[in-house]
């Protein structure tokens, strides 16, 4: 991340959340979602969500 200044420092905590399931759900469609709920399924061998 560069520090140089206030500007740089936000910029580079914006993009760290964007990997956050919270963040990047909540800014985009409902596919980046509904992906990872399938995803989360596959793994957990879920027979229902809720």
Do not use: H, Y
Not at 21 to 49: G, H, T, Y
Request: with cysteine.
């Amino acid at each position: 991340m560069d520090t140089s200044d206030r500007e740089s420092i936000i910029e580079g905590i914006a993009r760290r959340t964007m990997n956050l399931p919270m963040v990047r759900q909540s800014i985009s469609f409902s596919d980046v979602w509904i992906n990872d709920v399938l995803r989360i399924c596959e793994e957990l061998k879920a027979d229902c969500v809720i």
